[in-house]
């Protein structure tokens, strides 16, 4: 089992280039189920984080690779995930 507190101070790496996206600033949790439906990742580039507010990069929990001690890896295609894109559309 994992905390929270642990789980954040791990980095997170694509594992598409091998590139750091950073560290978990949050997560999202199906109340339903109890399932971490995706994780957060507060992204700041040298331009946005000077010139402008930070991004976040939204990773669904299905593109996590691997939780290891240290880094978890991810399978990101350097697209932003949309909150609208994650929300499934109620009938």
């Not at 280039?17 to 978990?24: E, F, Y």
């Amino acid at each position: 089992m994992v905390r929270i507190s642990e789980f954040q101070t791990k980095d997170v790496v694509n594992i598409s280039d091998g590139r750091k996206l950073g560290n978990i600033g949050d997560i999202e949790i199906n109340l339903e189920t109890g399932k971490i439906e995706t994780i957060i990742i507060g992204y700041s580039g040298k331009l946005l984080g000077f010139f402008g507010k930070d991004e976040e990069i939204i990773i669904p929990w299905n593109h996590i690779v691997k939780v290891g001690e240290d880094v978890i890896l991810v399978r990101h295609q350097n697209q932003q995930y949309v909150q609208q894109q994650l929300e499934v559309p109620k009938n």
